[in-house]
């Protein structure tokens, strides 16, 4: 196994996942790259779309490409690249094409990791803080904008993700309304009105539901020491945020994409 593996998610906002592979190589870990981009499974106006942010890709020597004919769907891609993640590194990054790093983001997350690695109170790191819930510099609820932990830390949850996934919707939505107790809700409903409960009660998404089996286990996680990722996933593409100016204040805290490069 490799010591370090930056995991990057693009599909066909290749502007955005050009700006991301442009942070990581100004910091020198281009090379640690593990990039995966979905598929347009035949569709033609998916077609130039993703072959536009293959060639992003193909611009950046990263360490491993993993580009897609089929369109599996974020949820099966990250899915999959956990099952591949932990096989294959010690120390993970996840970054999803909208969430920029600033230029010391892999540094730090490496530093915060060694610093949780044998906690075993703590699953995760994440570099975008909800800016609530966080006194103490841990959070009880998952953030999934730019987070990482161990493959021996994730390794446990990726199977119980994979058959939560495998689930009817029904069987799904009956394991989570048993599950929210009211003291996993206290541990899970800290970001209002972001709470991961509503969705949890609604649809699977891996998440909320890895939020959900982490709280389980009365894990937390920790915000690094500083802000190192900028969620940007806002506006023209975004497929939840659109120009509401209430997604730039807590707990979403996104930012327009035009703006990356003053935080970088």
């Given at each position: 196994m490799k010591d370090f593996g930056i995991?990057?998610?693009?599909h066909t906002r290749a502007t955005l996942l050009g700006d991301l592979l442009e942070s990581i190589d100004r910091q020198g870990a281009?090379?640690?790259?593990?990039?995966?981009?979905?598929?347009?499974?035949g569709k033609?106006?998916?077609?130039?779309?993703?072959?536009?942010?293959?060639k992003v890709g193909n611009n950046y020597d990263v360490g491993v490409r993993r580009y897609h004919h089929g369109q599996l769907g974020f949820r099966k891609l990250m899915l999959q690249a956990m099952q591949s993640a932990v096989s294959n590194y010690e120390h993970i990054l996840f970054l999803e094409d909208d969430c920029f790093p600033t230029r010391n983001a892999v540094?730090?997350?490496?530093?915060?990791?060694?610093?949780i690695e044998n906690d075993p109170e703590t699953f995760s790191v994440y570099g975008h803080p909800f800016l609530m819930a966080e006194d103490s510099g841990y959070c009880t609820r998952f953030q999934g904008w730019g987070w990482a932990t161990t493959a021996d830390k994730l390794a446990p949850y990726v199977d119980r993700l994979v058959e939560c996934y495998s689930m009817s919707e029904q069987d799904y939505l009956d394991f989570t309304r048993a599950a929210l107790t009211p003291e996993i809700l206290q541990r899970l409903d800290v970001t209002p009105p972001r709470q991961p409960s509503y969705t949890l009660?609604?649809?699977f998404a891996w998440?909320?539901?890895?939020?959900?089996?982490?709280?389980?286990?009365?894990?937390?996680?920790?915000?690094?020491r500083e802000r190192v990722i900028f969620n940007c996933g806002m506006g023209d593409g975004s497929a939840h945020f659109g120009e509401d100016q209430k997604y730039l204040n807590p707990p979403?805290?996104?930012i327009p994409h035009e703006r990356v490069w003053e935080v970088f």
């Open positions: 995991l990057v998610f693009g281009i090379s640690s790259v593990d990039l995966w981009i979905d598929g347009y499974q033609t106006e998916l077609k130039n779309r993703v072959h536009i942010a293959q540094s730090i997350f490496r530093e915060e990791l060694s610093s009660k609604t649809f998440d909320e539901t890895l939020a959900l089996l982490t709280a389980m286990d009365a894990k937390r996680h920790k915000v690094t979403f805290n996104i």
